[in-house]
């Protein structure tokens, strides 16, 4: 089915580790998305990339970094883990205008440590 | 930057209940706007969307929402609640030419009781 695949599902790190979520989408979208989202927050932009070869910081980028690998992939990776990123994490994917609203994945539960 | 309220944190009916959740954003321009539902452990998925026309918009499941733009507002409703619309909505806001961003509020659980 099309969609918008991320991995893993769960995680637990120590704090200090690293990790890369994956996320891959077969809707042969062009913009792709990673919020976080935490109870009573709602969903909080982290990076962004509207087109294959470029990534823009969203609303919460501070450690993390993003990897727009080519049109279908786009990982997320935390260099050192902090409690403070314990959170669920979506990504997304998007047709240019926008219009349509996003296809999400299901989503990767983070703890840290 | 745009910002979406959704004063209503958590709202609990009873099955056939009426329901009206409300969203405002803070933006001038032109706006894409939307409704997204979480069902416990799982992702969003869109509910409706409005990015021009009639402000009037129908989605899924009896859901529908109306655009007021002199009240920046795009409140959800639906007639008659199911047990099955306990969920978690949200609402997203998008500016038009602004590169595809949402902007989501901070979500409405609700809880429907048999």
């Known amino acids: 089915n099309a969609g918008v695949t991320q991995t893993p599902k769960f995680q637990v790190l120590k704090t200090g580790q690293s990790m890369t979520l994956q996320c891959a989408q077969d809707m042969n979208h062009n913009s792709m998305y990673w919020y976080r989202q935490d109870p009573g927050m709602g969903l909080r932009l982290i990076y962004y990339s509207a087109s294959e070869g470029t990534t823009d910081k969203g609303e919460v980028p501070n450690g993390y970094n993003v990897s727009r690998l080519n049109k279908r992939e786009f990982s997320l990776r935390l260099e050192s883990a902090a409690p403070s990123q314990t959170s669920v994490y979506f990504c997304?994917?998007?047709?240019?205008?926008?219009?349509?609203?996003?296809?999400f994945g299901s989503g990767t539960r983070l703890t840290v440590v | 930057a745009q910002s979406v309220s959704q004063h209503n944190h958590h709202v609990i009916l009873s099955e056939a209940a009426s329901l009206e959740l409300g969203c405002n954003y803070s933006?001038?321009?032109?706006?894409?706007l939307f409704w997204y539902v979480q069902y416990p452990g799982q992702h969003l998925q869109l509910l409706l969307k409005y990015f021009s026309g009639d402000p009037l918009v129908k989605g899924i499941k009896g859901f529908e929402a109306e655009f007021i733009k002199s009240k920046f507002s795009f409140n959800l409703r639906k007639p008659s609640v199911q047990w099955s619309d306990t969920a978690e909505y949200f609402c997203a806001v998008g500016v038009a030419g602004g590169g595809n961003k949402l902007t989501f509020g901070t979500g409405t659980q609700l809880k429907v009781e048999l």
């Open positions: 933006y001038g321009g032109t706006v894409n």
């Open positions: 997304a994917s998007s047709e240019p205008s926008g219009r349509y609203g996003y296809t």
